[in-house]
């Protein structure tokens, strides 16, 4: 989020340059708006870090991810 709207670039994000224009363009033309997701509520950690039941289970409605199928009994 900081970087979106810092116009400074630094050694340490130099291989997001590419990416952090086109984003910066974006937001400038008022066509994206960033803001702060809370880490409590980022969706993609079910995808990526081992998470409670009850805490999958909301996150997978929040994707609006369903089974395929009937579930088995």
Known sequence: VLLAHNPILHTRTKHMEIDLFFVREKVAA????????????????ILTK?????KFLLMRDKLNVHLNQPHCA
């Open 30 to 45: 008022k066509q994206l708006t960033i803001v702060h997701i809370p880490g409590t509520d980022q969706c993609a950690d």
């Open 50 to 54: 081992p998470v409670s039941t009850a």
